[in-house]
């Protein structure tokens, strides 16, 4: 039987795994803005995205996360940047700015990249 440490990693490794794997969909954002030039669909992904890997995802992650080191603080400035990015995008969107919702995409990729190698801490 794992010890509770031993449990808490595990759950801290997968919480990592978990954004990592949803930040991948912000490829399908990338091709709703740029290619598809689907503004209203792209305003809605970025609410759910939001949602889903902010929330459901970071959000609870960061309440596992130690606080030594500042870990933990820092974790919940990054994940509440990444709202801040997205609200930005969905503004872009709904101008239909693409230069703008490109530095904000780029941006909330750069952001997320960083909070994942919080990992490594």
Do not use: H, W
């Amino acid at each position: 039987q794992q010890s509770r440490v031993e449990q808490k990693a595990a759950r801290i490794r997968k919480g990592f795994e978990a954004t990592r794997e949803g930040a991948k969909q912000l490829d399908d954002l990338e091709k709703m803005l740029f290619q598809d030039k689907n503004y209203a669909d792209a305003r809605t992904f970025t609410r759910l995205f939001n949602n889903f890997e902010q929330r459901s995802i970071m959000q609870k992650l960061n309440e596992l996360l130690p606080s030594q080191n500042k870990v933990k603080e820092q974790a919940e400035d990054m994940s509440k940047e990444v709202t801040n990015i997205l609200k930005r995008l969905d503004k872009a969107a709904k101008k239909q700015d693409e230069q703008a919702a490109r530095l904000e995409l780029d941006n909330c990729r750069a952001l997320i990249r960083k909070y994942l190698e919080l990992e490594e801490l």
